[in-house]
């Protein structure tokens, strides 16, 4: 059963930084790329970054909006991705859920098979 | 960067009606288009991929239609439980960008 379980989050300052884990199992982690979306409180999802597989380069990407301030990252060997957010600001304000990226048969890959139930970060004062 | 809309925001209708939500891109994205259900305290679940892939386990009266830059998510006969805000999501290229949703109501 595919299982993923996000940490980290909580009530942190405006301007601080916090870094949120993801620990997966059930699936050949390595495998597959690693996506971080977020939903702020009475908005829709929005999509923060994710990190590809090493098969496909390993490189991360990242949506405008947290594009050098947020690092998404991943460990192999342990099975974990993380998202480094810095400089936070309240509008970072949300729910954050870890996520797999699936694949077709033609080795495109991007949409969103398994998520987990996501952790909650809170910027204020 | 492509930008997704979807139409209408919102939609009441009774059950039993048949339902679309209908999602449009900025740019030809091909089939690379998913359909995603979030329930009210819930994840978001995963309907469709590649524009018209049912998902395992996803009820038939659900389907995708289209290519390009129009797509189409159908609910053939709506059903209480069908209540939520519906999201389309292009991928296979960065960024991943979602629509901002469609809510579904009963009336």
């Known amino acids: 059963e595919v299982q993923l379980v996000e940490s980290g989050g909580g009530l942190v300052q405006p301007g601080r930084s916090v870094r949120l884990s993801c620990t997966a199992s059930?699936?050949?982690?390595?495998?597959?790329?690693m996506t971080w979306v977020r939903q702020a409180p009475g908005k829709g999802l929005e999509w923060v970054g994710f990190i590809r597989r090493k098969a496909n380069g390993g490189a991360p990407g990242y949506a405008p909006s947290v594009r050098g301030r947020f690092t998404v990252s991943r460990d192999d060997f342990s099975n974990k991705a993380y998202l480094q957010m810095d400089n936070l600001k309240t509008e970072d304000t949300a729910m954050y859920y870890c996520?797999?990226?699936?694949?077709?048969?033609?080795?495109?890959?991007?949409?969103?098979?398994?998520w987990g139930q996501g952790t909650l970060v809170t910027v204020s004062s | 960067d492509i930008q997704m809309t979807q139409s209408p925001a919102s939609l009441s209708a009774s059950v039993g009606d048949r339902v679309s939500i209908t999602c449009r891109a900025s740019q030809d994205i091909s089939i690379y288009l998913a359909w995603y259900q979030h329930k009210l305290g819930q994840v978001p679940k995963l309907l469709i991929a590649?524009?018209?892939t049912l998902q395992s386990g996803v009820p038939s009266r659900f389907s995708g239609s289209g290519s390009g830059t129009d797509f189409t998510l159908t609910i053939s006969s709506l059903q209480p439980e069908d209540v939520a805000t519906y999201y389309c999501?292009?991928?296979?290229?960065?960024?991943?960008?979602f629509g901002p949703g469609t809510k579904v109501d009963i009336k």
């Open positions: 059930g699936f050949t982690f390595v495998d597959y790329a």
């Open positions: 996520i797999r990226e699936g694949s077709h048969t033609n080795g495109e890959y991007g949409f969103f098979d398994y």
């Open positions: 999501q292009r991928y296979s290229n960065a960024p991943r960008v």
């Open positions: 590649g524009a018209s």
